[in-house]
């Protein structure tokens, strides 16, 4: 766990309703864990059986907590996508029994194989042919802390179930096809308990009804697609708090909070009350909140952090960076879901990125900047590149310093390259293009921006997301004439890809008359040199950056501090030279000689005795000159051979 000491304080208690904390690393944390400890036994599963498209699911569950037990019937409507199709594979943790496979009313052959169930069909079907069958299992889920299907307490002994599925926990606790990018068109999810829990799952509560068992079900149901991963249940002693989002002058949605009874307090009411405004700023950047048929709320649960499952997120705790990472999650998670886990970013990085959005929006820009410093300081830690390459990785897919930190950094740049305008006009237009309600991967969102944005971008994506680390830079600059400067920029090489990051940088020019320019220098290479004339006054000082919009260290070497011409102060020859420097200067005192490589370490430092300099220790390659006079200093290129 990351404790963040800068404004954020890190929500360390469980089920806690007013800890303060970023939502990512929440989100990371929690994730994680879970994923440790479903990862070991479900990747054989992963991804599921590609000779199937599913369509729809039933999940028909009658949960005992007393017993930790679930007795399940899940109904798949779905077709095959090959002719000839006589088999195909469901995903189930192998401690789950099936007792039968239905299928127009007759029992289908099956066998376990590990998490698999295979099913061998009495006959041949054809491609795109419409199926239907029911799986009735039991058993008790393979669940533990922070698993994929949890029993818990709450408030002092409370009973509580939750699911928390992502990445690969679903067949831990019903049969799926176990594939994030095979959406289903339509679910509806059946919850039977004992009368005192309410269960809450996705989309619209279409029922509830008492049984004379003295249980309850709750019959819910979405008509919108979803991802296997984001369907879940969450079942207690809920309160609930609702409200509405008015998204026109006749038309509102229901916002239902399902909350602890023991913290639901006027302080967390308001906090929850702020959800609207979320749903009003999203819908604003990103289009309109994409289940407006249905509902969003929370739902809580006995883990930190939070969980996107569609119009319902799953919460151990509330604030307002953790509601607005969760909410985010319902444009880019929910209604464009990553392709596969390699794809993560286009889930964790954009909703890590909204936090700080609508805190732009909320506070204002300063405080945009402050969320960017922090996701930048993070991000410097991470390594690996953002395309995860072992999806097998846990420690990658939600690595929150790489996937959430420089994730958030990645657009945070994107919006410095193309501007305010159109970088929000991707965002919408991504939100709502082809791959809307459907799976996107790192590269379509390329294709988006770059088709918004008409310029090319193969640069930009193929350094920050298949590339690691960060640029170097070290600059310099000098008067070329009367309000001219020569501003040179270098990068230091690296030892991963790419070896030099190709950006556009600002550089913020202070002027004599008191007025500031900003330039933009395109550096690509090593070593790039860009001249700057006809300024409207001379230049006191160079900024680089000044926005903080990129990811990067920078030193300042080689500036000239006063506002004397350079080509008047002193000459150095023969240049380039082999063994020594020659100065020919007309100054009255010179203090200090220093000679610095193009990193800006200091090479050669010593006290002004002589007209020539003994550079002959040296290794070829490219040197500055720096020398010290009155508080000033005044530096000159040359070259060793």
């Known amino acids: 766990m990351r404790i963040i000491t800068f404004f954020f304080a890190l929500l360390i208690i469980c089920g806690s309703a007013s800890g303060q904390g970023k939502g990512g690393i929440l989100c990371s944390k929690h994730k994680a864990e879970a994923f440790v400890r479903q990862a070991r036994n479900a990747r054989v599963a992963y991804p599921g059986d590609t ?95 922070f698993g994929s299907f949890s029993f818990g307490t709450h408030g002092g002994g409370s009973p ?113 009350d702020e959800t609207a405004d979320m749903l009003q700023y999203f819908s604003d950047q990103f289009g309109l909140y994409p289940f407006i048929k249905e509902k969003y709320g929370h739902a809580m649960c006995g883990f930190g952090g939070g969980m996107e499952h569609q119009t319902v997120s799953s919460m151990g705790g509330f604030n307002q960076d953790l509601i607005s990472h969760e909410l985010a999650h319902q444009w880019f998670g929910d209604k464009i879901t990553c392709k596969t886990w390699a794809d993560i970013w286009v889930n964790e990085g954009f909703a890590s990125y909204s936090e700080a959005l609508y805190a732009e929006h909320k506070s204002g820009k300063p405080v945009y900047d402050a969320y960017m410093q922090e996701y930048i300081r993070v991000a410097k830690n991470a390594s690996g590149t953002l395309s995860i390459k072992d999806i097998q990785d846990e420690n990658k897919i939600f690595d929150y310093n790489l996937v959430y930190g420089k994730g958030a950094v990645v657009l945070h740049m994107l919006r410095g390259v193309l501007g305010d305008k159109v970088f929000f006009e991707v965002l919408k237009g991504y939100a709502n293009s082809e791959f809307a309600y459907g799976a996107a991967g790192i590269d379509d969102f390329r294709t988006i921006a770059e088709r918004i944005s008409k310029k090319d971008l193969k640069y930009f994506f193929d350094q920050w997301l298949y590339g690691e680390s960060y640029p170097r830079y070290q600059y310099s600059w000098s008067k070329t004439g009367n309000n001219s400067v020569a501003v040179t920029i270098n990068q230091n090489k690296l030892t ?43 230049v006191k000082s160079i900024v680089f950056d000044p926005g903080n919009k990129i990811m990067k260290t920078v030193s300042e ?11 008047s102060l002193f000459v150095i020859y023969p240049n380039p030279t082999e063994k020594s420097l020659k100065i020919r200067h007309s100054l009255t005192k010179i203090d200090k000689m220093e000679v610095l490589d193009v990193s800006g370490r200091t090479v050669i430092s010593e006290a002004y005795t002589s007209d020539e300099l003994n550079v002959s220790s040296l290794y070829p390659g490219k040197y500055f000159l720096r020398i010290s006079y009155a508080d000033k200093a005044v530096s000159k290129a040359f070259v060793v051979k």
């Not at 070497?557 to 004397?564: A, H, R």
């Open 51 to 145: 000779k199937i498209d599913v369509k729809y699911h039933h999940l028909n569950l009658n949960i005992s907590y007393t017993a930790k037990y679930i007795s399940g019937a899940v109904r798949t409507d779905f077709v095959p996508t090959e002719d000839n199709f006589t088999a195909c594979s469901f995903d189930l943790n192998a401690a789950l029994k099936v007792d039968s496979v239905i299928m127009n009313k007759s029992k289908v052959n099956f066998a376990r194989s590990g998490n698999k169930i295979n099913l061998t069909f009495a006959q041949t079907y054809s491609k795109a042919q419409k199926l239907s069958l029911t799986i009735y299992y039991q058993g008790t889920p393979q669940g533990s802390a």
């Open 160 to 272: 509580a179930v939750w699911s928390l599925s992502e990445p690969y926990g679903a067949p831990d606790w019903w049969p799926c096809k176990d594939d994030p990018s095979d959406k289903i068109d339509s679910v509806a999810v059946s919850v039977t308990m004992p009368s005192a829990f309410v269960s809450v799952s996705n989309g619209v509560l279409k029922e509830q009804k008492t049984n004379a068992d003295n249980t309850k079900t709750y019959h819910w149901e979405s008509r919108y697609p979803i991802s296997h991963y984001l369907i879940s249940v969450a079942c207690s002693n809920y309160a609930e708090y609702t409200d509405y989002f008015k998204y026109s002058a006749t038309d509102s949605m229901k916002i239902s909070h399902f909350i602890y009874p023991e913290v639901l307090t006027t302080n967390l009411k308001k906090q929850l």
């Open 496 to 538: 991963t890809a790419p070896n030099y990051f190709s950006m556009p940088v600002e550089l913020k020019l202070t002027l004599a008359n008191q007025k500031d320019t900003t330039v933009v220098a395109f550096v690509e290479s090593n070593t790039k040199v860009f001249q700057f004339a006809n300024l409207a006054a001379e």
């Open 557 to 567: 070497i080689g500036v000239i501090s006063g506002l004397e011409d350079e080509t």
